[in-house]
């Protein structure tokens, strides 16, 4: 029996009046711009804040079709964001871990966060709210892939050309002092990858078209299940093949990025997937997955790439940093645990002594930021043990509503909805991650609602 794409759109009756408004720009133009453009504005200087602007004409299609629907465990979501506006009363506060600091220094952090949640609320409601005349959900999944396509392509730019860089033209009209924050250089400054000496020596790590080498090993993992469905369910054999050149491809800037949270997020995602596959009783598909798994190894312990492996391995440099992270994050959110402090905070001195911080000659001998070094651990300080408990529990409630879906689509979109649980521990996903996320659970929203629609009246 095969299994289709997405739950069927139920037929249009003869007359039935359908959206006929006219329009210069199609409704679903924002995520079309986004997906399909993102090369584009982060060349500009616009990869993160072309997110906020987007929203603006999202808001207007929500107001203007009301009412608006919500998918299953909206309601977790929209505690988190009261507790996130509670919380905010708290910036002004120092935990005891924390070098002491003033409300007016963490503004721009807090607000930041602030629209990061308010346009991850709109990027869903807006997702999901489009009808599948407006914006089919095959279109989504090929824009995605599409997506996927370019993130390989940065991947290995970055990993070959790794001190290529250019100053955008948002960074251009930016006062000098704004453009050497280091924070708003990472969002306007376009650089194919992070030189780091992960390895004992400088080497690249591929970034583009993304900040970071962590927020390009997230979006990749998430992009690759709607890649998967849109280039080998039910295509071609020459589609197939192509697609299959390019995660091959994606093999080299995955090894190289020396992100090893991506490694294993991929690994899960492999045994989520035949797990899946094995329940619905597809023991062929499972077979075929372990091959290409296998043959997959193979090439790889054949390449150079094993190397690079066995010496990040053997380099954990980064280890030390986020234990002492972490447990003075969580020292500290203990101290606030209800509503936490609103935002991160830097942290006393460092890994070896509570004297050691920050020079203008060495940016990184101390004071590491608390709530830093994962989404979770962000919320954890920022928003309290209750805050991390509704932004935890919204994913579970998520996955467990949509458990059932056993279309590609449904197994796409759970490996979506699941992988912040492994992430939030390890990177921060405000705010690309996080919108490829909720696009997912919009396109799982989207294939119930379609679901229930082609359901025989009783």
């Given at each position: 029996?095969?299994?289709?794409?997405?739950?069927?759109?139920?037929?249009?009756?003869?007359?039935?009046?359908?959206?006929?408004?006219?329009?210069?720009?199609?409704?679903?133009?924002?995520?079309?711009?986004?997906?399909?453009?993102?090369?584009?504005?982060?060349?500009?200087?616009?990869?993160?804040?072309?997110?906020?602007?987007?929203?603006?004409?999202?808001?207007?299609?929500?107001v203007r079709n009301r009412p608006i629907q919500v998918p299953k465990g909206f309601g977790v979501w929209l505690l988190f964001l009261l507790w996130v506006a509670v919380s905010i009363?708290?910036?002004?506060?120092?935990?005891?871990?924390?070098?002491?600091?003033?409300?007016?220094?963490?503004?721009?952090?807090?607000?930041?966060?602030?629209?990061?949640?308010?346009?991850?609320?709109?990027?869903?409601?807006?997702?999901?709210?489009?009808?599948?005349?407006?914006?089919?959900?095959?279109?989504?999944?090929?824009?995605?892939?599409?997506?996927?396509?370019?993130?390989?392509?940065?991947?290995?730019?970055?990993?070959?050309?790794?001190?290529?860089?250019?100053?955008?033209?948002?960074?251009?009209?930016?006062?000098?002092?704004?453009?050497?924050?280091g924070f708003v250089r990472s969002m306007v400054h376009p650089s194919t990858a992070q030189l780091q000496q992960v390895l004992g020596y400088e080497s690249p790590r591929p970034a583009?078209?993304?900040?970071?080498?962590?927020?390009?090993?997230?979006?990749?993992?998430?992009?690759?299940?709607?890649?998967?469905?849109?280039?080998?369910?039910?295509?071609?054999?020459?589609?197939?093949?192509?697609?299959?050149?390019?995660?091959?491809?994606?093999?080299?800037?995955?090894?190289?990025?020396?992100?090893?949270?991506?490694?294993?997020?991929?690994?899960?995602?492999?045994?989520?997937?035949?797990?899946?596959?094995?329940?619905?009783?597809?023991?062929?598909?499972?077979?075929?997955?372990?091959?290409?798994?296998?043959l997959g190894f193979v090439i790889f312990l054949a390449s150079p790439l094993k190397d690079v492996v066995a010496q990040r391995l053997d380099n954990p440099q980064s280890n030390l940093?986020?234990?002492?992270?972490?447990?003075?994050?969580?020292?500290?959110?203990?101290?606030?645990?209800?509503?936490?402090?609103?935002?991160?905070?830097?942290?006393?001195?460092?890994?070896?002594?509570?004297?050691?911080?920050?020079?203008?000659?060495?940016?990184?001998?101390?004071?590491?930021?608390?709530?830093?070094?994962?989404?979770?651990?962000?919320?954890?300080?920022?928003?309290?043990?209750?805050?991390?408990?509704?932004?935890?529990?919204?994913?579970?409630?998520?996955?467990?509503?949509?458990?059932?879906?056993?279309?590609?689509?449904?197994?796409?979109?759970?490996?979506?909805?699941?992988?912040?649980?492994?992430?939030?521990?390890?990177?921060?996903?405000?705010?690309?991650?996080?919108?490829?996320?909720?696009?997912?659970?919009?396109?799982?929203?989207?294939?119930?609602?379609?679901?229930?629609?082609?359901?025989?009246?009783?």
């Amino acid at each position: 029996m095969t299994v289709p794409l997405a739950t069927p759109t139920p037929p249009v009756a003869e007359g039935q009046a359908t959206p006929a408004r006219r329009a210069l720009l199609r409704p679903g133009w924002p995520l079309t711009a986004l997906l399909v453009l993102y090369p584009l504005w982060w060349a500009l200087g616009l990869g993160t804040l072309i997110l906020f602007a987007l929203t603006v004409p999202m808001s207007i299609y929500l107001v203007r079709n009301r009412p608006i629907q919500v998918p299953k465990g909206f309601g977790v979501w929209l505690l988190f964001l009261l507790w996130v506006a509670v919380s905010i009363t708290m910036i002004g506060r120092n935990p005891p871990q924390a070098l002491p600091g003033t409300a007016s220094d963490r503004l721009i952090s807090v607000a930041f966060n602030v629209a990061s949640y308010t346009a991850l609320t709109v990027f869903l409601l807006y997702a999901g709210n489009l009808s599948e005349r407006e914006y089919p959900r095959a279109r989504m999944i090929r824009q995605l892939g599409i997506l996927f396509i370019v993130t390989v392509v940065g991947g290995l730019v970055g990993t070959f050309l790794g001190d290529l860089e250019f100053t955008s033209p948002v960074e251009l009209l930016l006062p000098a002092e704004v453009r050497a924050d280091g924070f708003v250089r990472s969002m306007v400054h376009p650089s194919t990858a992070q030189l780091q000496q992960v390895l004992g020596y400088e080497s690249p790590r591929p970034a583009a078209p993304f900040g970071y080498t962590n927020s390009w090993g997230f979006c990749l993992s998430v992009l690759l299940g709607w890649f998967v469905v849109s280039w080998f369910v039910r295509t071609g054999r020459t589609r197939k093949i192509v697609g299959s050149v390019v995660l091959l491809l994606a093999a080299i800037p995955v090894v190289y990025s020396l992100n090893r949270g991506l490694w294993i997020a991929l690994g899960l995602a492999a045994g989520y997937v035949a797990v899946r596959l094995a329940a619905q009783g597809k023991l062929l598909a499972v077979t075929a997955l372990g091959v290409t798994v296998i043959l997959g190894f193979v090439i790889f312990l054949a390449s150079p790439l094993k190397d690079v492996v066995a010496q990040r391995l053997d380099n954990p440099q980064s280890n030390l940093t986020r234990a002492y992270t972490a447990e003075n994050t969580w020292r500290a959110a203990l101290t606030s645990p209800i509503i936490g402090y609103g935002g991160t905070r830097p942290a006393q001195g460092g890994t070896q002594s509570i004297a050691v911080g920050q020079t203008p000659e060495c940016q990184l001998c101390g004071n590491p930021t608390l709530g830093g070094n994962g989404q979770f651990w962000l919320v954890l300080l920022a928003q309290g043990f209750v805050g991390a408990a509704l932004h935890v529990g919204f994913f579970l409630r998520t996955a467990w509503c949509y458990r059932r879906d056993r279309t590609p689509i449904g197994l796409a979109g759970l490996l979506g909805c699941l992988l912040p649980l492994l992430f939030m521990f390890l990177y921060n996903a405000l705010v690309v991650p996080l919108v490829l996320v909720f696009l997912s659970i919009a396109l799982l929203w989207r294939n119930d609602t379609q679901r229930r629609l082609a359901e025989p009246a009783a």
